[in-house]
Nanobody, 124 residues
Framework: QVQLLETGGGLVQAGASLRLSCTSS????????MGWFRQAPGKEREFVAA????????LYSDSLRGRFTISRERSKNIIYLDMSSLKVEDTAIYYC?????????????????WGQGTQVTVSS
């Protein structure tokens, strides 16, 4: 079993920055690719960003590239999502997830373990 815990969400004003963290425990491995997804009210969950086990390659949603940055601290099994210039439409529950196997992808069906999410609310 793998446990993923997201922290760092909260209420911020538009234009602010926020850092989310995802700490993994249990049967984790430093070779896992990891990703962030989000789900806004009334919308389907969408891909945000992913990072390879080495941390050297990243994927981003085209609409978020430039404002969001994914990184990892392998020694501590932590994944980060740095968000800047936040907009009201970034309001969502943000989830981290682990890729099943070795596929490095933005496709949700390739992720097997998910955290419970952390709420990010951006006010105008």
């Amino acid at each position: 079993q793998v446990q993923l815990l997201e922290t760092g969400g909260g209420l911020v004003q538009a234009g602010a920055s926020l850092r989310l963290s995802c700490t993994s425990s249990g049967r984790t491995s430093s070779i896992d690719h990891m990703g962030w997804f989000r789900q806004a009210p009334g919308k389907e969950r969408e891909f945000v960003a992913a990072i390879t086990s080495s941390g050297q390659s990243t994927l981003y949603s085209d609409s978020l590239r430039g404002r969001f940055t994914i990184s990892r601290e392998r020694s501590k099994n932590i994944i980060y999502l740095d968000m800047s210039s936040l907009k009201v439409e970034d309001t969502a529950i943000y989830y981290c997830a682990r890729v099943r196997g070795y596929e490095f992808t933005r496709r949700e069906e390739f992720y097997d373990y998910w955290g419970q999410g952390t709420q990010v609310t951006v006010s105008s």
